[in-house]
Antibody, heavy 129, light 108 residues
Framework: QVQLEQWGAGLLKPSETLSLTCAVY????????WSWIRQAPGMGLEWIGE???????NYNPSLMSRVAISLDTSKNQFTLGLTFVTAADTAVYFC???????????????????????WGRGTTVIVSS | SSELTQDPAVSVTLGQTVRITCQGA??????ATWYQQKPGLAPKLVLY???SRPSGIPDRFSASKSGTGASLTITGAQAEDEADYYC???????????FGGGTKVTVL
């Protein structure tokens, strides 16, 4: 059973760089995308971005100028970097494994559906001076 | 603001049926994925695609879609179904994942 274990600094000062790591146990990177999602206190989920197993990335446009996701396949880990943090970046950060499945939706059409089926427990990051 | 809209809260009597809705333009060409989140825990995948459930998700959870809207229905709600539920879908034009604001389900 695949498990994700995540860690990183939990207290940052404004303008510092957030760095979180997520380790994948019991599975490989191949065939999946690897995502980061965050949740501000009392708020909903916000997708940060993803990297697939071939190294392609997609990022939330609202964070694109500050975010970077990378994979280290030798260690079965992926990381999140977020530069110039502010109090607005205070949140619980989750890593997750993303999958895709092709399904028939009509007699003549198929569609690909995306999901995140394995999640880390979350890391609380507080940005405060 | 979210590009997927959900009602903030809904309540259901134990054993009755509740439907959670999600509305957004991206759903016109996609299906919603649904996550359940209980306090202090990570979200959990409950439904994806036309109506697919991961292993271990009870069949009282079902999904449907119509136009730019999607629904998650819990038929015969149980006390353990009390949680926040989030819809999401892929905005294919921008290769990003969208989340709804979440619906808090209370089981009375």
């Amino acid at each position: 059973q695949v498990q994700l274990e995540q860690w990183g600094a939990g207290l940052l000062k404004p303008s510092e760089t957030l760095s979180l790591t997520c380790a994948v146990y019991g599975g490989s990177f191949s065939g999946y995308s690897w995502s980061w999602i965050r949740q501000a206190p009392g708020m909903g989920l916000e997708w940060i971005g993803e990297m697939n197993d071939s190294g392609s990335t997609n990022y939330n446009p609202s964070l694109m100028s500050r975010v970077a996701i990378s994979l280290d396949t030798s260690k079965n880990q992926f990381t999140l970097g977020l530069t110039f943090v502010t109090a607005a970046d205070t949140a619980v950060y989750f890593c997750a494994r993303g999958g895709a499945e092709r399904q028939r939706v009509t007699a003549l059409r198929f569609s690909t559906f995306f999901y995140m089926d394995v999640w880390g427990r979350g890391t609380t990051v507080i940005v405060s001076s | 603001s979210s590009e997927l809209t959900q009602d903030p809260a809904v309540s259901v009597t134990l054993g009755q049926t509740v439907r959670i809705t999600c509305q957004g333009a991206s759903l016109a060409t996609s299906y919603a994925t649904w996550y359940q989140q209980k306090p202090g825990l990570a979200p959990k995948l409950v439904l994806y695609g036309k109506n697919s459930r991961p292993s271990g998700i009870p069949d009282r959870f079902s999904a449907s879609k119509s136009g730019t809207g999607a629904s998650l229905t819990i038929t015969g709600a149980q006390a353990e179904d009390e949680a926040d539920y989030y819809c999401s879908c892929r905005d294919n034009s921008r290769s990003r994942e969208l989340f709804g604001g979440g619906t808090k389900v209370t089981v009375l």
